[in-house]
Every structure is written in structure tokens, then in C-alpha cells.
């Protein structure tokens, strides 16, 4: 079991994926996500993580908020793209790779689900975000003392994705045009970057930016010769294992733009940011707070393992049993498989 990233599995599907950055886009993105459905005849999935699902805002419910725009430029077939009955399997291929997707493309761009939020005269970095990434690229601005306003005088475009798939072309090369660089800033791995770079590829010559994102411009390829012979991919720069979070965004952007702006305020945040870093890296208690079950869970007694038995553990909150060594509970599997570490065993056991 790892930490997981469902939209590829999404993707692989043929879903088309939205990601909403906080509360009020759960609701806006699930009024659009319905609607574009409804249009497209594609199931259309949602991106749902515990920093914006548990959290609380003060959220707008107003029914008419959402205005939802029908495409003007797609041509429905005749016989609509829904479901009906009987509808073959080849058939039902054909029209979700010929039509379904292309109309959920039309949707989101009627509805600009993906847009410019700062845009610059003379851009020069555009960064190209999603979901819950948008907003650490926002903290990570504030941070840096980097507001709309100097952004823009420092050529700046901020790209925002509601569809991170599939992503739409002609969104991305408005964005893109004129830049010089493009970093992509998502969790996990590449979603965005890599339709990205596919999508400009073959564009115009003269127009077309640099990409990077998870790698910087050597590039995830570079072979990194070291120290012992060995040869390595290229050097992590958003890296995709674990969390992104707004100081690791901040630096970045500040490596980034470096070449053409820095400011006092930059280099005391980038200052102040390794400072942090050294310090929380620099253990000064030998204590773990280790969570434990609520005051009343049955998991506090259920979890005690009978005198020469041993347990495995799941998905769920009895987990935290892996933490209590006298309740010899040896290690954890996915939801629905609990049982087959067992059956692994049986071999070695008597
Ligand atoms: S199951 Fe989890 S949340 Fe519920 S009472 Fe037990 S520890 Fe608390």
C-alpha cells in the first residue's frame, strides 16, 4: 500500500478529471461537473483530497452562481452522446474516443474552466497550477511579497486548470504564447506536465516555452554521473514523492525568476525558509506524539492480540494498532485485501 494519486487511474478510464481548490469550488466545480456530464455523456470524475475535503469556509450556495454555458463551437451527433440502449461495446468506444471527450473539452472551455489569473504584458515565467496546488502557489506568492500587481511587473502569467484531463489545447497555447519558461506546479506525478508538453511539442517554433516541473531543465533523462560511477536520472525539483508545500513552491519560483527579479523581501523569506527547514530538520526532543484511539473507541480493546497470536491491520483508524508493539500487530494492507497477507503466509506457518 502507498500513498496514492487516483487521477491517472481517472485518466486510464477516460474520465475527464476536475480539481477544485477549495470549498467553493467543491460546489461550483460539482454544478459544472454534473452539467458536463449531462452535455458530454461522459462520466466525469472529481478530485477530492484531505487538505480541501477536511477543512470549513464560509461558502456561497447561491443556485444561480453557477451560470452554465452550452458549447457553440461542438456539433452533438444527431443521435446524442448519452446512454441508450442496446449500445455495443465498439460503439460505445468509438463515440467516447471520437465525441464524448472532445464535447467535455468543448465544455470546459465555454465554461473557462481552465484560465489565466495574472496575466503580464511582457510575460516572461508562466506557472501552469491545479487544485490544491493552486492555492500553495498563491501562499507561496504571499510569502515571497508577490501580489497581482508586481507580478505583473515582474512578467509573471499564472495559469489556473479546473479540468487537469483532459487538458485543453487551445487554453494552454494562449497561456503559452510569448513565455520564455513554463513551470508546472501539481502534487504527485506529472499529470498536467506531461499532456503540457505534449500539446506544444509540435507547435510553433518561435512561440514555444521551455517546460519544466517535477524536473528542472536538464530534464528527468540527464544522465547525473556520481561520485561512485553509478549514473542517475536527472535531480528532483517539485519532486513527486510525498507533499508539495508553499515553502518548497516558494523556492522555486524564486530560483525561477532570479535571473530577471529578486527583491530584499525574496531573499529574507528564502532566508527565513532555510532557517525553518534547518531547524525542524534538527530534532530537539527525543519524544514521539504518537496519535492513538479516541477515548471510548472499541479499537482500544478490540485491538489486544490473545497471549502467543499475532495480527495484521487494514485501512481505517485501527491502523494505529501498527503503533503499539505489545499488541503485536505486524503490518497493513489495502482496504479489501486483508486477507491475502495471510494467505501469503500460510506457506511459512505450521
Ligand atoms: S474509529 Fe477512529 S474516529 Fe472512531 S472512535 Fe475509534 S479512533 Fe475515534
Known sequence: TLPHQTDHFFKSMMMPVLAPAGVQEYIDFGVHGYAMSRYSGCWVAFKALADTVETSASVDVDPDRVQVVIPEDFAIPADGLNIRWPDPPLVQEKRLLNQKLYAALAYARANRLNRVIIDAPDARLGIITSGKSYLDVRQAFDDLGIDEALAAEIGIRLYKVGMVWPLEADGVRLFAAGLEEILVIEEKRQLLE????????????????????????????????????????????????????????????????????????????????????????????????????????????????????????????????????????????????????????????S
Open 194 to 349: 506531461y499532456q503540457l508538453k505534449e500539446e506544444l511539442y509540435n507547435w510553433r517554433e518561435d512561440v514555444r516555452p521551455r517546460v519544466i516541473g517535477k524536473f528542472d531543465e536538464k530534464g528527468e533523462w540527464a544522465h547525473i554521473g556520481r561520485s561512485d560511477g553509478t549514473v542517475d536520472h536527472g535531480d528532483w525539483l517539485l519532486p513527486a514523492a510525498g507533499e508539495l508545500t508553499p515553502a518548497m513552491i516558494a523556492r522555486v519560483i524564486a530560483g525561477r525568476i532570479e535571473r530577471f527579479f529578486t527583491s530584499d523581501r525574496i531573499q529574507a523569506r528564502l532566508a527565513f525558509l532555510q532557517a525553518k527547514e534547518k531547524s525542524l530538520s534538527e530534532r530537539l526532543f527525543s519524544i514521539d506524539r504518537v496519535p492513538t484511539f479516541c477515548s471510548g473507541c472499541p479499537h482500544n480493546t478490540s485491538t489486544h492480540v490473545p497471549e502467543g497470536s499475532r495480527a495484521l491491520a487494514g485501512i481505517g483508524c485501527h491502523y494505529m494498532v501498527t503503533w503499539m508493539p505489545e499488541r503485536r500487530t505486524g503490518t497493513f494492507t489495502q482496504m479489501g485485501g486483508e486477507g491475502v497477507p495471510w494467505v501469503g503466509q500460510a506457506p511459512f506457518t
